[in-house]
């Protein structure tokens, strides 16, 4: 090996470890919010139904139990910040039990499939999260259209 091998050897080490160091800070940020998120949640004007939730989530046997608890829930009463810390804590609620029984953590259902347990809790929770508006699409193109003229026409 020559020395500049070595060289470029060691550089993408030390590249490497300084991602890995990055990757994890990072990774101890992103927890640390959502334990603030969860912790404002818990205390927050909607602290019964995230207390009741918690309470469910640590008990957590069954899917189908979880469910039930949700429909139950009024959740158009409930802002959106404290809706997604409750979306984000039973997701990881439903890998850890998935995972305890042995399978995937996530299993999402493929389209045509009937929806899979944390797919049903969302549309319940935040019915608005997978809507997009039909002309959505439409209005894009229409202007990304006028945008492509109008610099054919400069």
């Not at 020395?3 to 890995?20: D, F, G, I, N, P």
């Not at 899917?63 to 608890?69: D, K, Q, S």
């Not at 935040?126 to 193109?141: M, V």
């Amino acid at each position: 090996m020559t020395a500049t091998t070595v060289q470029r050897l060691r550089r993408k080490s030390k590249e490497r470890e300084c991602e890995l160091a990055d990757n994890a800070r990072l990774m101890r940020a992103w927890l640390a919010w959502h334990r603030e998120q969860l912790k404002e949640a818990l205390a927050g004007v909607h602290r019964d139904v995230m207390n009741r939730l918690m309470a469910q989530l640590k008990d957590l046997r069954a899917a189908r139990e979880l469910i039930a608890f949700i429909e139950a829930q009024d959740w158009n009463a409930v802002d959106a910040d404290t809706r997604l810390t409750a979306l984000h804590e039973i997701n990881v609620a439903i890998m850890r039990l998935r995972e305890r029984l042995g399978q995937e953590p996530i299993d999402d259902a493929l389209p045509g499939e009937p929806l899979r347990a944390y797919q049903l809790i969302r549309s319940i929770i935040d019915p608005s999260i997978n809507q997009f508006p039909a002309a959505c699409g439409e209005k894009r193109a229409e202007v990304i259209g006028k945008i492509e003229n109008t610099e054919r026409q400069s």
